[in-house]
């Protein structure tokens, strides 16, 4: 679940991103639409990348590692790249306030009409840019952004990806309120299968784990476009962080990803991480040994970061 993007070579794959087909998403708005519950349209229509991720619409523990957060209140509370709701949905049951923002059309259109029939008055909609926030300054508790962070370079035609994930964090850090928390959950850079070809935003195969400029040479050779859906690992993310302002940086792996958060962990827990691999796998002997060196958190797919005004 992510926020999309207008920016025009990639408009078109806008919903496609990170979240649930164009065509898919445009059939369960017309059938919300036409007065059918979200919930049985999900059961009903026949929607095979929906029917697969249900629990994106439906898990609300994706809310529950954000309510976990202590903050100085619970007031308001901001969902940024809010998609199908989930998260906004969650956070109703603790905060009085709480904006879902997203910027692709028809997920607003549908979580308006999912928090209409689930009477959820308190939680607002708000379409925006994720460079262009409407948001006034100290005015949340706690933002969540939830597989978000990596597709904000795409919001900019210009300037270096970190520079501009930069630049977000450092709004997102003003529109806190003084001991308020911002939670993150986003991809580990240095991921186990990256090493393998797996290539977790569409990029070409490998691209996340090789240095920044090949990486965006092999892209613009294989893909006609910049390499710029940027993450990165335990380090860097605390680094950039601390760089927008925050504090008490945290960094935890979440398990077995943050699409399905079942528990967090300590980084250097590898007996958490192995717990939640497939034993049978051709690694399982490489992956042992990283778990005997206690390195095997540092190689998990997700992180839940944590991080206070």
């Known amino acids: 679940m992510g926020l999309t993007t207008r920016h025009t070579d990639r408009r078109g794959r806008a919903a496609e991103q990170g979240t649930i087909p164009a065509a898919e998403l445009r059939a369960l708005l017309a059938a919300v639409t036409r007065g059918q519950h979200w919930r049985a349209a999900l059961d009903r229509l026949d929607l095979p990348v929906v029917a697969r991720k249900r629990s994106w619409?439906?898990?609300?523990?994706?809310?529950?590692?954000?309510?976990?957060?202590?903050?100085?209140?619970?007031?308001?509370?901001?969902?940024?790249?809010?998609?199908?709701?989930?998260?906004?949905?969650?956070?109703?049951?603790?905060?009085?306030?709480?904006?879902?923002?997203?910027?692709?059309?028809?997920?607003?259109?549908?979580?308006?009409?999912?928090?209409?029939?689930?009477?959820?008055?308190?939680?607002?909609?708000?379409?925006?840019?994720?460079?262009?926030?409407?948001?006034?300054?100290?005015?949340?508790?706690?933002?969540?952004?939830?597989?978000?962070?990596?597709?904000?370079?795409?919001a900019s035609a210009e300037g270096h990806p970190s520079d501009v994930q930069l630049r977000f964090l450092g709004s997102l850090h003003r529109s806190l309120r003084p001991g308020g928390a911002l939670g993150v959950a986003i991809e580990n850079r240095w991921f186990f299968e990256h090493f393998l070809g797996s290539a977790p935003h569409g990029e070409p195969a490998f691209a996340p784990v090789l240095p920044r400029r090949l990486a965006n040479w092999l892209t613009r050779h294989l893909q006609g476009k910049d390499y710029r859906n940027w993450i990165y690992g335990w380090r860097a993310?605390?680094?950039?962080?601390?760089?927008?302002?925050?504090?008490?940086?945290?960094?935890?792996?979440?398990?077995?990803?943050?699409?399905?958060?079942?528990?967090?962990?300590?980084?250097?827990?590898?007996?958490?991480?192995?717990?939640?691999?497939?034993?049978?796998?051709?690694?399982?002997?490489?992956?042992?040994?990283?778990?005997?060196?206690?390195?095997?958190?540092?190689?998990?797919?997700?992180?839940?970061?944590?991080?206070?005004?």
């Open 57 to 154: 619409f439906t898990n609300l523990r994706k809310a529950a590692l954000y309510c976990e957060l202590p903050t100085a209140a619970a007031h308001r509370a901001l969902d940024l790249g809010a998609g199908s709701g989930v998260i906004a949905a969650g956070l109703a049951a603790k905060y009085a306030r709480v904006v879902a923002l997203e910027q692709e059309g028809d997920w607003c259109a549908f979580m308006r009409r999912r928090f209409a029939q689930d009477g959820l008055p308190q939680i607002t909609v708000l379409q925006a840019n994720c460079l262009d926030l409407p948001l006034r300054d100290e005015s949340f508790d706690l933002i969540c952004v939830n597989g978000v962070l990596e597709w904000v370079p795409d």
């Open 237 to 309: 993310y605390g680094r950039l962080l601390r760089q927008a302002g925050f504090r008490e940086v945290s960094v935890r792996q979440v398990l077995p990803t943050y699409h399905d958060p079942q528990r967090t962990a300590e980084l250097r827990d590898s007996r958490a991480t192995a717990a939640f691999l497939d034993g049978s796998r051709r690694l399982a002997p490489l992956l042992n040994m990283l778990a005997r060196l206690g390195v095997l958190g540092f190689l998990t797919h997700s992180f839940y970061i944590a991080a206070r005004k």
